[in-house]
């Protein structure tokens, strides 16, 4: 969100980025605010086996689930109803619509799908929730599948449309175990690591006050 003195930085939105592979025109969703915090949680994934010398070894990357809270507000477009027509018109509909189909099978596969079974097919094609990732800054840009989706509508306009809302979000970030090397969150998540790895040895080169404090003399 921009500051209102002149001079301040810019900070930039976070957002959600959804694909419906293999249509290449993604559903975006741009974090009005950007959250206050966001939880990260990493848990071990420790091999199976429970042999000397296995203490150490694990089986694939941690799995990281990531939460928080986004908020919405039609107040600044109710403001200039003649540039925002949608909006007077619909309120936050579209915009919780969008977020919604993040957790949605692809409509047409629905439809595809029932009438084959009134047609007595054994055939089903595949519903998939479509491919999600998380922009956060240019350094943390992650597949995700959500795994749970909480919205509270706060405040609604004369035609009961809602203006104010809040949505609780907690995301699965998808590994290169849970992705098909032909799938690009594959390759947007080997990226990420290979960015983990690049700041983890700026961490070594940077502030020297640490490594002076327990380096022995």
């Known amino acids: 969100m921009g500051s209102e003195f002149p001079r301040s930085p810019r900070v930039l939105k976070g957002g959600i980025v959804a694909y419906r592979l293999p249509d290449l025109f993604p559903t975006v969703i741009v974090f009005q605010y950007n959250p206050d915090e966001v939880s990260r ?67 047409p596969v629905v439809i595809a799908n029932e009438a084959l079974a009134l047609a007595g097919s054994a ?9 999600a990732l ?28 809602p203006i104010r ?14 992705l098909d090397v032909t ?6 998540y080997l990226a990420s690591f290979t960015q983990k790895e690049a700041m983890s040895a700026l961490n070594l080169l940077g502030d020297k006050t640490g490594l002076e404090a327990i380096t022995p003399i």
Request: proline share 7%.
């Open 123 to 131: 055939f089903i094609l595949g519903e998939q929730a479509p491919l």
């Open 41 to 107: 949680s990493l848990q071990l994934q420790g091999s199976s086996g429970g042999g000397r010398g296995d203490a150490n070894r694990v089986n694939g990357p941690p799995q990281e689930t990531l939460t928080f809270s986004v908020e919405i507000d039609a107040a600044d477009q109710l403001e200039r109803p003649s540039e925002n027509a949608i909006t007077v018109e619909n309120g936050l509909h579209p915009v919780i619509a969008a977020l919604e189909r993040l957790v949605y099978p692809s409509y």
């Open 183 to 188: 799938n690009p969150g594959y390759w947007v």
């Open 134 to 161: 998380l922009i956060w800054g240019p350094r943390r840009v992650l597949p995700v599948q959500i795994q749970s989706l909480s919205i509270k509508e706060e405040a609604f306009d004369q035609k009961l449309n």
């Open 165 to 178: 809302a809040k949505a609780d979000l907690s995301l699965k970030v998808l590994t290169y175990r849970d």
